[in-house]
């Protein structure tokens, strides 16, 4: 599993990089990253775009037109909307995702920022997001762009990776932690 997630990485790398260099040099880098955020949005709210872009079920070429029309109708357009329709193309749709995170963190180094990967038991609200940012960038002392996603299974708190650095305040691991222990003295 871990051999599969890393050549996903490496073709979403491969990918972004590429879509990175074309951005800058037609100055659209920050429009290429608000398309892909759309997009990634899209995928966030849909199960049925998430089943097309990860089923293998679907050929290239059912994929690729779906994918065409959900970005015509999102309005999606320009160097995204290219990326995406390769990847359909080649086969590559299951690693959209990936190469949304890793333009994000290309984008974001180039803007002098850093990135976290922030887990959460819910939606973080807009307050809540530039709180912890603020936080993150009295740490770094550079502005953080953060990626977000949410897993209910946290039950409560944050896991925040930045760089090689994690921290969890998650309340399943505390509890985890708590039953141990607790094994340790019993």
């Keep these: 599993m871990a051999e599969s997630s890393q050549i996903v990485s490496g073709v979403a790398e491969r990918y972004a990089s590429s879509l990175f260099e074309l951005a800058l040099e037609q100055n659209a880098a920050g429009d290429v990253s608000a398309a892909l955020d759309r997009f990634q949005a899209l995928l966030d709210e849909s199960e049925d775009l998430r089943r097309l872009v990860t089923s293998p079920v679907f050929g290239a070429d059912e994929q690729v037109r779906a994918i065409s029309a959900i970005l015509d109708k999102a309005g999606i357009g320009g160097l995204a ?97 708590l039953k141990l222990s607790l094994k340790e003295v019993g």
Excluded: C, W
């Design 81 to 177: 909307a290219n990326l995406i329709k390769v990847a359909a193309s080649n086969r590559r749709l299951f690693a959209v995702p990936g190469m949304i995170r890793a333009y994000r963190a290309i984008y974001a180094r180039h803007r002098g920022e850093v990135t976290a990967d922030v887990t959460s038991a819910h939606a973080l609200s807009q307050e809540q997001e530039q709180e912890l940012k603020a936080a993150l960038k009295s740490v770094t002392g550079k502005d953080v762009a953060i990626n977000i996603a949410v897993d209910p299974s946290l039950l409560g708190g944050l896991i925040v990776k930045l760089g090689s650095r994690q921290i969890d305040t998650s309340l399943r691991t505390k509890l985890s932690t």
